[in-house]
């Protein structure tokens, strides 16, 4: 079919560190673009794989007797000003029941596989991941209703 986007060639385990995150790269823009996936389930399934990532690479730095950097262990400040005025819409319980599963289970296997199929190594798996956190991280803190936690997440033409 002539729609179809051209496939993108999973980089082997021996490939350069840089083609491996260029390929999650892609994987996770064209999914979000295509399914213009809300900033609360992207929010949810990335936090979950900083989460993971950045427990597995303690466990191993902690086995060398290393330290990992702040950069890693910790989400990135947000830009510009947070929003603490009171939110409206209906209650945050209300809209979690409201979430898509099937679609954050995608994002998960996507990540996942990709990561996995690569065999990226953690620590640019987790830079990866944290820089799409910070991005998702910075359009919560503008969010003024509750509404809004479903609006596409909004992904820069240079992304």
């Known amino acids: 079919m002539s729609g179809d986007l051209p496939r993108i060639p999973i980089p082997g385990p ?7 995150m260029v390929f999650l790269q892609e994987q996770i823009v064209n999914f979000l673009r295509q399914y213009s996936m809300p900033l609360i389930e992207v ?12 427990e597995a690479l303690l466990v191993q730095a902690s086995a060398e007797g290393e330290n990992i950097p702040e950069i890693l262990s910790q989400p990135w400040p947000i830009i510009g000003e947070n929003s603490n005025e009171a939110t409206s819409g209906p209650p945050l319980e209300t809209m979690l029941n409201n979430l898509d599963d099937d679609r954050m289970d ?3 296997t996507i990540l996942r596989s990709a990561m996995n199929a690569t065999e990226m190594p953690l620590v640019d798996a987790l830079m990866q991941l944290r820089q799409w956190e910070h991005l998702a991280r910075n359009q919560l803190a503008g969010v003024k209703a509750t509404g809004e936690l479903f609006s596409p997440l909004e992904i820069p033409d240079d992304w």
């Open 106 to 108: 995608i994002l998960d």
């Open 43 to 54: 929010s949810l399934v990335f936090s979950k794989y900083t989460r993971q990532l950045k």
């Open 14 to 20: 021996d490939s350069e560190t840089t083609e491996k």
